[in-house]
C-alpha cells in the first residue's frame, strides 16, 4: 500500500535530457526524504541523489554533480529528477526511494519503486 513509481526513463542520445519522476502513494511524502538510485547489469546500485524532507537540503554523487538536480512537488506528491548533459555510463535503472533522513544507508531506505530504465546512446 506504500507505492512509488517511477516514470520518464527511455533512450536518449549523449548529451541530451530526461526528467525522471517518482509518484508517492500510500504514505505521506512531507514525512520522507526521497533518494534516486541507479543500477546498472552487473554492478551494485548507488546512489545518485538525495533531497530532505523539507527540500533544503540536496545531495549529489560526484558523477552526476551539475548535471543532474533534484526536486520535490509535496502538493503533487512527487520528486523529479532533471538529467541533462546524458552520458553512456548514466545508463542504469533508476529507482526513487523513500527514507526518514538522506544519511541513511541504502538498505535502510524503506520504500522502493519499480525502476525506470534511462539508456544513453547513439
Known amino acids: 500500500q506504500s507505492q512509488l513509481v517511477e516514470s520518464g526513463g527511455g533512450l536518449v542520445q549523449p548529451g541530451g535530457s530526461l526528467r525522471l519522476s517518482c509518484v508517492v502513494s500510500?504514505?505521506?511524502?512531507?514525512?520522507?526524504?526521497i533518494g534516486w538510485f541507479r543500477q546498472a547489469p552487473g554492478k551494485e546500485r548507488e546512489r545518485v541523489s538525495c533531497?530532505?524532507?523539507?527540500?533544503?537540503?540536496?545531495n549529489y554523487v560526484d558523477p552526476v554533480r551539475g548535471r543532474f538536480t533534484i526536486s520535490r512537488d509535496n502538493a503533487k506528491n512527487t520528486v523529479y529528477l532533471q538529467m541533462n548533459s546524458l552520458k553512456p555510463e548514466d545508463t542504469a535503472i533508476y529507482y526513487c526511494?523513500?527514507?526518514?533522513?538522506?544519511?541513511?544507508?541504502?538498505?535502510?531506505?524503506?520504500?522502493w519503486g519499480q525502476g525506470t530504465q534511462v539508456t544513453v546512446s547513439s
Open positions: 526511494a523513500a527514507s526518514d533522513y538522506c544519511y541513511r544507508r541504502i538498505r535502510e531506505f524503506d520504500y
Open positions: 500510500g504514505f505521506t511524502l512531507d514525512y520522507y526524504a
Open positions: 533531497i530532505s524532507r523539507s527540500g533544503g537540503s540536496l
